[in-house]
């Protein structure tokens, strides 16, 4: 649930304001410097971003003031630890590096938090642009199923007609370049789905080999995993057409638009089927 800024503040302070009798009574060159590079991390680190300032200053000038005063002997040492043994260019070192040590401990927690915040701001727009895309990604799916469905069951070009031993009949769906049919044998009646291109491929002499001849390759396959294709040919008009088996159901299309993932068993199977 967090804290309050008021909250934050107070406990702030208090801790800025304690270092200084704690600091002076361990002594400025003991390790109490690292506590307060600790607590510069964690209130560098915060919302509030006024307060963190200004809290961690208070301690860093607060240490500088004291170490410079201990260090130029204006003020007798009076820490647990003295510095009565040090050297003058040891004191000089420490009253150079600690201040910048916490000055710098104070930057990177700001800059931490800044890149917090800009990597959850990202996270939070590409969750953003993941959902608009979702959203245009059903859309994208309901439009095709529409599209798929346009004109299913209604009379189409070729209904009535023959192709081979087939009659035509209702429009199934249509696509870029053909159009499927359901279709009943003229001698048993026996149901069939038989595709037809669509006359604006005619000029196209690669599209229509490639139909009559994957056709032709279809006719020779004989397996329970694969429709069976009963024959290819030309209509009157020599539009080619191929005349498969009827199967009631969905296509795996159909369902992965509908449902992205498969279970692992039907998953399985499908492999099986496929091997």
Not at 137 to 154: C, N, T
Request: aromatic fraction near 8%; charged fraction near 20%.
């Amino acid at each position: 649930s967090g804290y309050s800024r008021m909250v934050f503040r107070t406990f702030g302070w208090t801790c800025a304001i304690c270092s200084v009798p704690v600091m002076a009574h361990l002594g400025v060159f003991s390790p109490a410097p690292v506590a307060i590079t600790m607590a510069i991390g964690f209130f560098g680190f915060s919302i509030d971003r006024e307060h963190a300032l200004y809290i961690s200053l208070a301690a860093i000038i607060s240490y500088t003031i004291i170490c410079g005063s201990v260090t130029f002997e204006l003020i007798p040492d009076p820490g647990l630890f003295s510095s009565g043994h040090l050297a003058f260019s040891t004191k000089l070192s420490m009253f150079i590096l600690v201040p910048m040590i916490l000055t710098s401990t104070l930057w990177l927690a700001r800059l931490s938090r800044r890149t917090m915040l800009e990597c959850v701001d990202r996270a939070a727009r590409a969750m953003e642009l993941a959902d608009r895309r979702q959203e245009l990604l059903v859309e994208a799916k309901q439009d095709l199923e529409h599209a798929l469905r346009a004109g299913s069951g209604k009379s189409g070009r070729y209904t009535n007609q023959n192709a081979g031993s087939y009659q035509l009949g209702p429009l199934v769906s249509q696509g870029a370049i053909g159009e499927i049919y359901r279709a009943r044998h003229r001698r048993d009646a026996k149901p069939a789905a038989v595709k037809v291109l669509q006359a604006a491929t005619l000029h196209r002499n690669n599209a229509v080999m490639r139909f009559m001849r994957e056709g032709q390759i279809a006719t020779s396959l004989n397996s329970e995993y694969i429709v069976k294709t009963h024959e290819v040919g030309q209509l009157s008009d020599e539009l080619p057409y191929m005349a498969m088996e009827w199967l009631d159901g969905e296509d795996l299309a159909s369902r992965l638009r509908r449902d992205t993932t498969l279970p692992v068993v039907i998953a399985c199977e499908l492999v099986d089927h496929i091997g």
